[in-house]
C-alpha cells in the first residue's frame, strides 16, 4: 500500500514561477526523499531531510518537513521548462531501519516556456 | 562508473506466459530493491536485497511473483503465469552499503512490461 499522498496530482506554470508540492505520510519515519521522474521511467534522487530536520536547500530546492503533521513540501523556485517532469515523495520508515521506501502517488510539473 | 541497469527495456508477452526482468546494480551497492509502477500510479514496493540478509519480500503481489539476487550483484525478477494486471513498469535501484551514510537509490531505466 502506498503510504505517501501527493498534492496537487498536476501542476502547471510559468517559466519563472516557483513551484510546491506537498506530500503528506501515515508512519514515523526515519527521513524523507524527493525524487523526478522524466517519461515514466527510471528515477532521480533530489534531496532528503531526515526526520529531525525541519528544513533544507539544494540550489533551486526547498523542502520542509513537519513531523507533528507528518507532511512535508518541495518548493522549486524560478521554474525552468526543464523542471517539467513528476515529483515523487518517499520515506523510509522509522522502525527497523530497512532501507526499504514507501512512495507517494507523485505530482505532475508541467512547466510551460 | 555505470549506473544500474535493466533488461530487457521493453518485454511483450501473452497472458499465462513466464517472464524474467533483470537488474545489474552499481558494483558496491549491498542493497537491491524492486519496484512496479503502473501507469499514472506511484511506485509500488516489490522486494529488497540487504547484503547477505534474507530479502524482504513484503510487498510480492502473489505467489506468481519471486526474485533472487547472486550475492551482491545481478538479481532477476521472475513472473510466473502472467496476467494482464501485471503490464507496468518494472523498476530496480541500488543504494551503497549503510556504514556510507547514504541512504539513497539509484534507479535502473525500467522494464516496460505489457501482457496480451
Known amino acids: 500500500s502506498q503510504q505517501g499522498e501527493e498534492d496537487p496530482q498536476a501542476l502547471s506554470i510559468q517559466e519563472g514561477e516557483n513551484a510546491t508540492m506537498n506530500c503528506s505520510y501515515k508512519?514515523?519515519?526515519?527521513?524523507l526523499q524527493w525524487y523526478r521522474q522524466n517519461s515514466g521511467r527510471g528515477l532521480v534522487h533530489l534531496i532528503l531531510i531526515r526526520s529531525n530536520e525541519r528544513e533544507k536547500h539544494s540550489g533551486r530546492l526547498r523542502v520542509t518537513l513537519d513531523t507533528s503533521k507528518k507532511s512535508s513540501s518541495l518548493l522549486i523556485t524560478a521554474s525552468r521548462a526543464a523542471d517539467t517532469a513528476s515529483y515523487f515523495c518517499?520515506?523510509?520508515?522509522?522502525?527497523?531501519?530497512?532501507?526499504?521506501?514507501?512512495f507517494g502517488q507523485g505530482t505532475t510539473l508541467q512547466v510551460k516556456p | 562508473g555505470a549506473g544500474v541497469s535493466q533488461s530487457p527495456s521493453n518485454k511483450v508477452t501473452e497472458k499465462g506466459k513466464d517472464v524474467e526482468l533483470r537488474c545489474d546494480p552499481i558494483s558496491g551497492h549491498t542493497a537491491l530493491y524492486w519496484y512496479r509502477q503502473r501507469l499514472g500510479q506511484g511506485l509500488e514496493f516489490l522486494i529488497y536485497?540487504?547484503?547477505?540478509?534474507?530479502?524482504?519480500k513484503s510487498g510480492l503481489p502473489s505467489d506468481r511473483f519471486s526474485a533472487e539476487r547472486t550475492g551482491e550483484s545481478v538479481s532477476t525478477l521472475t513472473i510466473q503465469r502472467t496476467q494482464q494486471e501485471d503490464s507496468a513498469v518494472y523498476l530496480c535501484a541500488s543504494s551503497a552499503p549503510r556504514t556510507s551514510g547514504s541512504r539513497k537509490q539509484y534507479f535502473g531505466p525500467g522494464t516496460r512490461l505489457t501482457v496480451l
Open positions: 508512519t514515523s519515519i526515519n527521513n
Open positions: 536485497f540487504q547484503g547477505n540478509s534474507a530479502p524482504d
Open positions: 518517499a520515506t523510509e520508515g522509522g522502525s527497523g531501519n530497512t532501507g526499504k521506501l514507501i
